[in-house]
C-alpha cells in the first residue's frame, strides 16, 4: 500500500542553520504531496503541496522538490528560526484518496 | 474565520468505558475528516465525510467506534468499549473538496488516555 517515511527526529539546529528533512513515498500512480506542520499547542496545518513531478512548493521560506525518479520530497530551508521548531509531517494522496501522513520529524533550533 | 472546533481537549477513562469526541468544521466545508494519532505515529484516516454521507470507512473499527454527521454539518466519533490501545490523539479536520489535492484544516485535537 501507499507509505511514507520520514527521517527520524529529533533534529536539533542552530538558528540561521540550513535544514533538510528528507522524505521518501511509496505509492501507486503519481501522488499529489505534501508537507503539514505542527506547532506547539496549535492543529496541523498545510505548510506547502506539489502536484506533478518537478513541482517545487513553497511557503515561508520553505521549499520541496516533487522528484519522481527518487520518488522523493525533501523539505529545506535556508535559515531556520527559533519560531520553526515544530513537529513535520510528510504526506501523499493518490488518486484523490485518503492523506497517508510519515511519522513526523520533531524540529528543535536553539537561538 | 472560525478554525475546526473539538471537544473535548482531554479526557481519560477507564477501559471498556464509552466516550464521545465532537467536531464543528469550518463554515462551508462539505468534507470532514476524523484521524488517529498515536504517539510516535502519523494521523490515520478513521472516516472521511462528504456532507452527511460516508466517502470512507474501510480504517474505522466498526466493532468499537462509530462516527456519525447529521445535518452535514457537526460530527461525532464515539468509542465503546474503549481498549487500552485507543489511547491517541483524535483530530478532526475539514476541507473545501472532496478529494486530497486541496488542504485540510485540522482542530486541536482531542486527546484521549484509557486506563
Known amino acids: 500500500g501507499d507509505s511514507v517515511t520520514q527521517m527520524e527526529g529529533p533534529v536539533t539546529l542552530s538558528e540561521e542553520a540550513f535544514l533538510t528533512i528528507n522524505c521518501t513515498y511509496t505509492?501507486?500512480?503519481?501522488?499529489?504531496l505534501f508537507w503539514y506542520v505542527q506547532y506547539p499547542g496549535e492543529g496541523l496545518q498545510l505548510l506547502l503541496k506539489a502536484t506533478k513531478a518537478d513541482d517545487k512548493g513553497s511557503n515561508k521560506g520553505f521549499e520541496a522538490t516533487y522528484r519522481k525518479e527518487t520518488t522523493s520530497f525533501h523539505l529545506e530551508k535556508g535559515s531556520v528560526q527559533v519560531s520553526d521548531s515544530a513537529v513535520y509531517f510528510c504526506a501523499l494522496s493518490a488518486y484523490g484518496n485518503k492523506l497517508v501522513f510519515g511519522a513526523g520529524t520533531i524540529l528543535r533550533v536553539k537561538s | 474565520e472560525a478554525g475546526v472546533a473539538q471537544s473535548p481537549r482531554y479526557k481519560i477513562i477507564e477501559k471498556r468505558q464509552s466516550v464521545a469526541f465532537w467536531c464543528n468544521p469550518i463554515s462551508g466545508h462539505a468534507t470532514l475528516y476524523w484521524y488517529q494519532q498515536i504517539l510516535g505515529q502519523g494521523p490515520k484516516l478513521l472516516i472521511q465525510f462528504q456532507n452527511n454521507g460516508v466517502v470512507d470507512d474501510s480504517q474505522l473499527p466498526k466493532d468499537r467506534f462509530s462516527a456519525e454527521r447529521l445535518k452535514g454539518v457537526d460530527s461525532t466519533l464515539k468509542i465503546q468499549p474503549a481498549k487500552l490501545e485507543d489511547s491517541a490523539v483524535y483530530l478532526c479536520a475539514s476541507s473545501m473538496d472532496r478529494g486530497h489535492t486541496g488542504e485540510l484544516f485540522f482542530g486541536e485535537g482531542s486527546r484521549l488516555t484509557v486506563l
Open positions: 505509492a501507486t500512480g503519481y501522488p499529489s
